[in-house]
């Protein structure tokens, strides 16, 4: 288990799984929205994204944080391990909405050198939200992982399914024991 991939609905706790992951491993952390987004929420084109994606992911080892559908054939030709953090909706909502409200409160920057932060109003009443998002993609994304993991192009790597804290926790404690 040298590369892996942390893929789930926004909200589900991908990115803190991923960083306590690349901690006990000792692993570069590699955040895909923070490869995607530009300053004031300008998105990069395919070409830049593809290119820091690529030279990110050169590494020997390394976890990387994101979805990214366009971006698989990138991400997944060297990966080892994907983990898919499966919690429930009710639980994945419920993330996504206390974690958009404590950053619309702090303000904190999301990516340093950035400015892009969440606000109230863009988190709460505008389609572009992260809370939308979520609501509107946790179905496809689950019915989506679904077929992956029985998609014969992807046999090559193991794939683990992760449906609750308890079981994220004794995975990250287990290190490289895992499978």
Known sequence: ????????????????????????????YLEMDKMFWKPNWVEASDQEFFTTLTNQISQPSWVLDGNYNKTASIKWADVDT???????FVRTVFQAIKRALIRSITKQEFWEGTGNIETFRKSFFSKKSIIWWTLTTYKKNKIRYQALLKDPTYKHIHFVRITNPRMAKKYISQGHNTH
């Open 1 to 28: 288990m040298k590369r892996i991939n942390v893929i789930g609905t926004s909200g589900s706790g991908k990115s803190t799984f991923s960083r306590k992951l690349s901690e006990k491993l000792n692993y570069p």
């Open 82 to 88: 994907i983990i898919w953090i499966d919690y429930s």
